[in-house]
């Protein structure tokens, strides 16, 4: 079983930042592929940012590109997510995710076998 769990969430303003991490309890980690998803009030799960296991390929969703950078630190089994200049549309349940996998990263949460429990993300105007 791979559990996972997030931390770093919380109340910002918007301009604000906030750094997520996501702890993977389970050894290869390096072998996974890494995303992060977010789930707005009342509205679907939108794909976030996915890294491949070796990092060397960032994927981004058109709303966070430039603003948002996913990385990974496999000697940690950590995976994290700087959030830069957020915006209240930014305001979600935010969930890292993980896919046992040599493919590369994928966009849609259907690809992804574990999920953590979430953390939220409040930005105020």
């Known amino acids: 079983q791979v559990q996972l769990v997030e931390s770093g969430g919380g109340l910002v303003q918007a301009g604000g930042s906030l750094r997520l991490s996501c702890v993977v309890f389970r050894r290869a980690f390096s072998q996974y592929v890494m995303a992060w998803f977010r789930q707005p009030p009342g509205k679907e799960r939108e794909f976030v940012a996915a890294?491949?296991?070796?990092?060397?390929?960032?994927y981004y969703g058109d709303s966070v590109k430039g603003r948002f950078t996913i990385s990974r630190d496999n000697a940690k089994n950590t995976l994290s997510l700087r959030m830069n200049s957020l915006k209240p549309e930014d305001t979600a349940v935010y969930y890292c995710a993980a896919r046992a996998t040599a493919a590369p990263p994928s966009y849609s949460d259907y690809d992804y076998e574990y999920w953590g429990q979430g953390t939220q993300v409040t930005v105020s105007s």
């Open positions: 890294i491949s296991w070796n990092g060397a390929s960032l």
